[in-house]
């Protein structure tokens, strides 16, 4: 089976609810040994998780290594998992705990070429500046030119709120949600999702929202 | 922690085309197909049983407790129990036991339908017990006849406290390296914030070993002697759990 392929989204709003029942379930019935549950659980899970770290990375091939070795390290962790619980939350905090680990190894990486006196690669950053695979039009994202550059502005923006607008504005998480993945609390992830929305309103030359209104997160 | 969504809206007109809330829709990006070591992996997939967090603080309050029985008898009660104030005795045992059940239960307990313990919390109460059990030592400090005095010299009292922290982190270890392992996978981020809790929460139960034992009541002595195994043990859980609570390797 395609993993992945035409899994259902995981349901929004009223859904919600169900969807993370729905996920519990197929997460205790992949830890009692059931591997089919794993495969609904990754389709139902990785095209968000891809969607994260895409906007993240901005480099479509390197989110779907993440992807994989986020799935490898939720399989290789399944023992932590704790009955009952919503398993979403935990696994894109693997997956922005993946990011973080990449990006990190890639800097230093990148740090020991610039002593040999050599010019960095150019898709190698994770951190925020150009990457060229992430251009208009790369991949299959399919988005157009207003699109592309909201994720160009969004790729400008500091990575605390990129991270932030990444998960709550384009990811659909709650603020609570995101505090929990990246591991900081409600109010400072309010904070950076608020200044990266504005942010990104500024580069794509819209006046800031009054407080308050549609599309502001609270 | 509140449960509030943003709520995107495409289809409100007044928002602009180029709304970063229009990207919300996009969620269906085709992942790739599993990699050839999950796969593998899959193929000979073994039961495990999920971690249990009530079992695990359980576990790692039977250790805490083993501990610091096994070393009270081993090391004697503190000669001067009996003529302590009653109260003051189970006031500040029962904060060092207090600080070491909340500690241990936010970094080991989730909150309901969750994975992930409550790290920053645990964070935060490892700073407040840290600062608060040095305060208190240095304010609340009782003395009797047959307390232990020695010349209060700022090389012996460093000497001396610096015993009794190195006991009390004694005592933390084996709890903290048990609630490290019984971890491994459930905090990929706040880590070091979770290995804070835990390793304050362990030296508290190393600190409820020393108020037990010791018969030092100079304040210089408990407030920064003992004061310290919360400090270290804070300082050795923010070490050891984001190593030892990494996911297993394979």
Not at chain 1, 14 to 27: Q, Y
Not at chain 1, 64 to 77: S, Y
Not at chain 2, 209 to 221: G, R, S
């Amino acid at each position: 089976m395609a993993a992945g392929a035409g899994g259902p989204p995981r349901g929004d709003g009223g859904d919600d609810g169900d969807a993370r029942a729905v996920d519990a379930a197929l997460m205790a019935r992949y830890c009692a040994g059931d591997a089919q549950a794993f495969r609904q659980l990754h389709a139902r899970l990785a095209p968000r998780v891809l969607g994260y770290l895409v906007r993240m990375v901005r480099d479509r091939a390197v989110a779907e290594d993440l992807v994989q070795l986020t799935f490898l390290k939720v399989h290789r962790a399944r023992g932590a998992y704790v009955r009952g619980a919503d398993p979403s939350p935990w696994i894109f905090a693997i997956a922005h705990r993946t990011f973080l680990d990449e990006a990190r190894r890639r800097r230093r990486a990148r740090v020991g070429v610039a002593e040999d006196g050599q010019p960095p690669e150019v898709a190698a950053d994770l951190t925020g500046a150009a990457a060229e695979a992430g251009a208009p039009g790369h991949g299959d994202d399919g988005r157009g030119e207003l699109t592309a550059a909201t994720l160009a502005a969004l790729e400008r923006l500091p990575p605390a709120q990129r991270e932030a607008v990444a998960l709550t504005k384009l990811g659909g998480k709650s603020i609570a949600e995101a505090a929990e993945i990246v591991g900081t609390t409600p109010g400072a992830m309010k904070v950076r999702a608020h200044r990266g929305y504005e942010a990104l309103r500024r580069a794509l030359g819209r006046a800031p929202r009054a407080a308050g209104e549609p599309g502001e997160p609270r | 922690m509140t449960d509030e969504r943003p709520t995107p809206d495409p289809a409100d007109p007044a928002t602009p085309a180029a709304d970063p809330a229009d990207l919300a829709a996009d969620g269906a990006l085709s992942p790739p197909p599993l990699d050839d070591r999950l796969a593998a992996a899959l193929r000979d997939l073994t039961p495990v049983t999920p971690r249990r967090p009530w079992r695990d603080l359980a576990w790692v309050a039977a250790l805490a407790a083993a501990v610091v029985t096994a070393l009270v008898l081993a090391l004697s009660l503190r000669r001067d129990l009996d003529a302590l104030p009653r109260a003051w005795v189970i006031a500040y045992g029962g904060a060092w036991l207090g600080a070491f059940v909340v500690g241990a239960w936010l970094a080991l307990v989730p909150r309901a339908g969750h994975v992930v313990p409550r790290g920053l919390a645990a964070g935060a109460v490892a700073a407040v017990a840290a600062v608060g059990f040095v305060v208190a030592g240095l304010t609340l400090a009782r003395t009797t006849p047959r307390s232990l005095v020695y010349a209060p010299t700022a090389l012996e009292h460093l000497w001396r406290g610096a015993a009794c922290a190195g006991l009390g982190t004694i005592a933390a270890l084996a709890p903290l390296g048990l609630g490290a392992r019984l971890l491994r996978g459930a905090v990929p981020v706040t880590a070091r914030a979770t290995g804070l809790g835990l390793g304050a929460a362990c030296g508290a139960a190393g600190g409820l070993l020393l108020h037990l034992h010791c018969p030092i009541t100079h304040p210089l002595h408990l407030g920064p002697g003992h004061g310290a195994a919360v400090v270290v043990g804070a300082l050795a859980g923010a070490l050891l759990v984001p190593a030892l609570a990494k996911e297993p390797a394979s």
